[in-house]
Nanobody, 117 residues
Framework: QVQLVESGGGLVQAGGSLRLSCAASGRTFSSYAMGWFRQAPGKEREFVAG????????YYADSVKGRFTISRDNAKNTVYLQMNSLKPEDTAVYYC??????????WGQGTQVTVSS
């Protein structure tokens, strides 16, 4: 069992930056692919970014490519999402997720990101 706890959300002006962190419990963190999703009010949850277990491969939604960077530190059991050049449309609850075998099995409780115009 893996527990995920996000932090780092908050209120920021358009053009600003935030870094989200996701701390994972459990000894098998380094074997999990990890990802970030987000859900805006009235919208479905959507994929934002993903990273392989080793960190060697990363994936991004087109809407955040070039602005967001996902990374991980397996020694600290933590995955990060650096968000730059934030836009009001990035406002959402951001969820950390992890899993193996091509599926995301574990989810955090979410952290709110609000970008003001």
């Amino acid at each position: 069992q893996v527990q995920l706890v996000e932090s780092g959300g908050g209120l920021v002006q358009a053009g600003g930056s935030l870094r989200l962190s996701c701390a994972a419990s459990g000894r098998t963190f380094s074997s999990y692919a990890m990802g970030w999703f987000r859900q805006a009010p009235g919208k479905e949850r959507e994929f934002v970014a993903g990273i392989s277990w080793s960190g060697g491969r990363t994936y991004y939604a087109d809407s955040v490519k070039g602005r967001f960077t996902i990374s991980r530190d397996n020694a600290k059991n933590t995955v990060y999402l650096q968000m730059n050049s934030l836009k009001p449309e990035d406002t959402a609850v951001y969820y950390c997720t992890g899993g193996v075998g091509g599926t995301y099995d574990y989810w955090g409780q979410g952290t709110q990101v609000t970008v003001s115009s």
